[in-house]
């Protein structure tokens, strides 16, 4: 009887130990923590943005054992739906999601660097929603515009900025024109046909619409 006791004994120490020990490794092995990925940019132009996601990081893993080892509550898989256990989740995946929103930032500019682009580069994208070459074409397009004015009529052999500008651009389209900044019938007759394309007034003068859409 003794024996039995003694073995008993032994079996519920051996469970409780184990119970323990799997906790233990459970909440303490390298492979619980959240890991950082290695695919973010480190060098981003906005140093304050990679010390709030290493932070943002820190803080989800301490919260994760906090709420472990004080209100016994494991927020990654609960095994209950309290009221308590609820917030706790509710927390824990809104420290997530924060850190899923820095590591977005993060990946993207290390895949634009990897494309070329530089920390100003990136910055001006994410400011502006374009990259500079796109910023640098439609400037030049405005400019070429703010050369037209509707109160000029153009004449034939008359020679002007704007024609030129718009023979460049035909010549683009496929036209095949002289450019040389001179209003005569070929370059009308490009104009005519370009208009005609796009469903304008297919008269051969340049007008707000036409150079809009010559210019998109």
């Keep these: 009887m003794k024996q039995i006791i003694i073995f008993l004994l032994i ?5 409780i130990g184990y119970g323990k020990y799997s906790d233990y ?32 990081v820190e803080d989800l893993n301490s919260y994760v054992m906090l709420q472990w080892t ?14 308590e256990t609820k917030a706790a989740v509710k927390t824990y995946a809104d420290k997530k999601a924060k850190i899923a929103y ?23 994208l994410e400011v502006n929603g374009m990259n500079y070459e796109t910023q640098k074409k439609n400037q030049r397009i405005e400019k070429i515009k ?8 153009l ?34 007759n490009a104009i005519k046909s370009f208009e005609e394309k796009n469903n304008l007034l297919a008269d051969g003068y340049l007008d707000s619409l036409t150079i809009e859409l010559l210019f998109q």
């Design 11 to 15: 079996i519920i120490a051996a469970l």
């Design 25 to 56: 490794k459970r909440y303490n092995s390298p492979e619980t923590a959240f890991q950082t990925t290695k695919n973010i940019d480190v060098n981003y132009h906005d140093k304050k943005v990679v010390f709030d996601y290493y932070n943002a």
């Design 70 to 83: 004080t209100n016994g509550i494991d927020v990654r898989t609960p095994e209950d739906d309290a009221v």
């Design 102 to 124: 820095y590591e977005a930032l993060l990946e993207q500019s290390k895949k634009l660097k990897e494309k070329g682009l530089s920390n100003a580069e990136i910055q001006f």
């Design 146 to 153: 703010s050369l037209f004015n509707t109160s000029v009529k």
């Design 155 to 188: 004449y034939n052999g008359e020679k002007n900025a704007i024609v030129y500008e718009v023979q460049k651009e035909l010549v683009k389209k496929g036209y095949d024109i002289q450019i040389d900044g001179v209003y005569r019938i070929e370059t009308l």
